[in-house]
């Protein structure tokens, strides 16, 4: 892939290429905790399948045209007034062969039933990318936070400072031409991603916010918003027994892409993500986690252990690798120890500003801009 999928790097932040990232973890942290999570369903949903993991909740996957070549979704029993039907929670990549796998469900395990909701975690094409082809389709509401809604609409119009440009920018002044002299040149190749994904973006929403309850058949679902991977990821959380469908907040195995972007070049998403998943420590130990990707898991508690020793270790390494003054794009390799190509390319440079702004907002670290506009990073004592 080159540098045309750059938009789409910029704006789905999806998890790609922190595969690698966790393939540096070394194997005593993975063994010391992935014991302890269990995946009660070992094989996923094929294409046009559904799994049931709890009464009136069904698993379904949608392909995506990525490395990270799958998307789950959750299709929740509802009913109303009318009668029976289904909320859908996130959409899949809004292409044509979504739309077909989509009429398998309807005329399958939907059985006909109306669709009454539709509820979208957050922006990434993923998530949104049928949600308006589902509401023309079935006529049924999108829930979505505000900042996620609002989000899709610059994504796909360039504006807010979601344009490739801008980011551009901000990975240049963090040495990205140095580290890759062809940079500048390739990134000017028009792009358009985010719309391959999302080729509409619905025009009305009904908004959710934190704390929010809402009645989905037998259960209530709280929602909890998380920060750090999207503006105003919004999870669910059913108390009655103990479900999470977790979004790209939290996922079993890969980590959550956790970047900093064109528009918010100063930004600490890893301190928000850090601070997120405290959000979720209260939460029963016998949590059933429904994660956008992999498989459905327990040992909630474990994976949020794992997710900050990883990134704990990451950001001591980094902290070692900067005794003399170092810009994000040197230290790519002290992060990500497989060649990346130009599509990862965009997502490393991010979580490597991410980490080391980290560093820096902590006091770990002090910040420098030199006489050619390019930041660099050296540690603190
Ligand atoms: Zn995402």
Same mark, same amino acid.
């Given at each position: 892939?080159?540098w045309?999928v750059?938009?789409?790097? %910029?704006?789905?932040?999806s998890?790609?290429?922190t ?9 005593? $942290?993975?063994?010391? *905790?992935?014991?302890m999570?269990?995946?009660?369903h ?5 294409? /046009? ?10 698993w379904?996957?949608?392909p ?11 299709l929740?029993?509802d009913?109303?007034? *009318?009668?029976?039907g ?8 809004g ?11 309807? &005329?399958?395990?939907m059985?006909g039933?109306?669709?009454?909701r539709?509820i979208?975690t *957050? ?5 949104? /990318?049928c ?6 389709k079935t006529?049924?509401p ?5 900042s996620? =809604? $609002?989000?899709?609409?610059a994504?796909?119009?360039? #504006?807010?400072?979601?344009? !490739?440009?801008?980011?551009a920018?901000?990975f240049?002044a963090?040495g ?6 062809? @940079?500048?040149?390739? %990134?000017?190749?028009?792009s358009?991603? =985010? ?8 025009? !009305?929403y =009904?908004?959710m #916010?934190?704390n929010?309850?809402i #009645?989905?058949g037998?259960?209530?679902?709280r929602?909890?918003?998380?920060? /750090?991977h999207?503006?105003?990821?919004a999870?669910?959380f059913s108390a009655?027994d103990?479900?999470l469908?977790?979004?790209? %907040?939290?996922?079993?195995?890969i ?6 972007? /064109?528009?918010q070049?100063e930004?600490?998403p ?9 959000? @979720?420590?209260?939460?029963?130990a ?8 992999? !498989?459905?898991?327990?040992? $909630?508690h474990?994976? $949020?252990a ?8 990451r ?5 070692a690798a900067?005794?003399?003054?170092q810009h994000?794009?040197e230290?790519?390799p002290?992060?990500f120890?497989?060649p ?19 560093l820096?907002?902590?006091g770990? &670290? ?8 390019? =930041?660099s990073? %050296?540690r603190?004592?």
């Amino acid at each position: 892939m080159g540098w045309r999928v750059y938009l789409y790097a %910029q704006v789905t932040a999806s998890v790609l290429f922190t595969q690698l990232d966790c393939v540096a973890v070394p194997a005593r $942290l993975q063994l010391r *905790h992935q014991a302890m999570i269990n995946y009660p369903h070992e094989t996923p949903p094929a294409a /046009g399948e559904s799994i049931l993991v709890a009464p009136g909740i069904y698993w379904i996957r949608m392909p995506l045209p990525f490395a990270l070549n799958h998307i789950n979704l959750w299709l929740l029993e509802d009913a109303d007034e *009318h009668g029976p039907g289904w909320t859908i929670v996130d959409t899949g990549y809004g292409v044509p062969a979504t739309h077909e796998l989509w009429h398998r469900h309807f &005329a399958g395990i939907m059985g006909g039933r109306p669709v009454k909701r539709i509820i979208v975690t *957050h922006y990434h094409p993923d998530h949104v /990318g049928c949600a308006a082809w589902l509401h023309e389709k079935t006529g049924a509401p999108i829930w979505m936070t505000t900042s996620e =809604y $609002l989000s899709a609409h610059a994504a796909a119009e360039d #504006m807010a400072g979601f344009d !490739r440009d801008n980011s551009a920018r901000l990975f240049l002044a963090h040495g990205l031409g140095k580290a890759r002299p062809d @940079f500048a040149e390739a %990134q000017k190749v028009r792009s358009g991603a =985010y719309k391959r994904g999302v080729p509409t973006v619905p025009k !009305r929403y =009904y908004r959710m #916010m934190e704390n929010d309850e809402i #009645m989905i058949g037998a259960r209530t679902w709280r929602v909890i918003t998380a920060f /750090g991977h999207a503006p105003e990821h919004a999870t669910l959380f059913s108390a009655g027994d103990n479900i999470l469908i977790s979004g790209d %907040q939290v996922l079993p195995r890969i980590t959550t892409n956790v970047g900093v972007w /064109g528009n918010q070049p100063e930004a600490n998403p890893l301190k928000q993500f850090l601070d997120s998943m405290e959000k @979720f420590e209260p939460l029963p130990a016998d949590t059933l986690v429904l994660p956008s990707h992999d !498989r459905v898991f327990t040992g $909630l508690h474990e994976r $949020l252990a794992q997710l900050r020793e990883h990134h704990a270790l990451r950001l001591a390494e980094l902290e070692a690798a900067i005794e003399t003054p170092q810009h994000a794009a040197e230290i790519l390799p002290v992060l990500f120890r497989r060649p990346l190509d130009e599509h990862q390319l965009v997502f490393a440079i991010g979580e490597a500003i991410a980490h080391l702004h980290f560093l820096w907002r902590a006091g770990r &670290a002090k910040r420098t801009l030199d006489a050619e506009g390019i =930041y660099s990073f %050296q540690r603190v004592a």
